[in-house]
């Protein structure tokens, strides 16, 4: 049974860069997307970006100038950077593996497993 | 981006009840819309993808129904356990986005 465990700096300051890896347990790394995913407190869910074993990753284009998303075979790890935080960024942050199902072009991917996440608080 | 809508925000019912949460895309996504359950302080939970397709290990109450932009969740039972928050997510379109939840409270 696949496992995520995430883990990083859960107190920054404000234009602090937050930095967090997952690693992957118990599962194939390739042949799957692998997402970041934060919720506010008392909010909800906002998908951050996801990668792939070979590198190729998306982002979403509200972060996409401070975020960048990268990956470690050799470990199983993937890992979320983001640039010049503020108090917005304050969230839970999660991992997930995508599985996918084909359509008539395309492949598609939701998100089966995640990591229990990890708290990050930006504050002066 | 593509807007997901959810309805009620809030449903109060009692163990037993039949439920419908129903979620809206501001464009077609086709089926491919997700269903999962959070639960306080812990990670969400798949329940259904493909809009109707049961994720291995969920209880068969469970059930998704939709396509093109209106989708439903069903539970035809409600059971102790099931009362969480639900999100709705399209994986139609980048970026992915969720609905804002809906929250099952104990009437």
């Known amino acids: 049974q696949v496992q995520l465990q995430q883990w990083g700096a859960g107190l920054l300051k404000p234009s602090e860069t937050l930095s967090l890896t997952c690693a992957v347990y118990?599962?194939?790394?390739?042949?799957?997307?692998w997402n970041w995913i934060r919720q506010p407190p008392g909010k909800g869910l906002e998908w951050i970006g996801k990668?792939?074993?070979?590198?190729?990753?998306s982002y979403n284009p509200s972060l996409k100038s401070r975020v960048t998303v990268s990956v470690d075979t050799s470990k199983n790890q993937f890992s979320l950077k983001l640039s010049s935080v503020t108090a917005a960024d304050t969230a839970v942050y999660y991992c997930?593996?995508?599985?996918?199902?084909?359509?008539?072009?395309?492949?598609?991917?939701?998100?089966?497993?995640w990591g229990k996440g990890a708290t990050v608080t930006v504050s002066s | 981006d593509i807007q997901m809508t959810q309805s009620p925000s809030t449903l109060s019912a009692s163990v037993g009840d039949r439920v419908t949460i129903t979620c809206r895309a501001s464009?077609?996504?086709?089926?491919?819309l997700a269903w999962y359950q959070q639960k306080p302080g812990k990670a969400p939970k798949l329940l259904i993808y493909?809009?109707?397709s049961l994720e291995s290990g969920v209880p068969s109450r469970f059930s998704g129904s939709g396509s093109g932009t209106e989708f439903t969740l069903t539970i035809s039972s409600l059971q102790p356990d099931d009362f969480a928050t639900y999100y709705c997510?399209?994986?139609?379109?980048?970026?992915?986005?969720f609905g804002q939840g809906t929250k099952l409270e104990i009437k």
């Open positions: 997930a593996r995508s599985k996918w199902s084909q359509g008539s072009y395309y492949y598609y991917y939701y998100m089966d497993v």
């Open positions: 118990g599962g194939s790394f390739s042949g799957y997307y």
């Open positions: 990668i792939n074993h070979s590198g190729s990753a």
């Open positions: 464009q077609s996504i086709s089926s491919w």
């Open positions: 493909d809009a109707s």
């Open positions: 997510q399209q994986y139609n379109n980048y970026p992915y986005t």
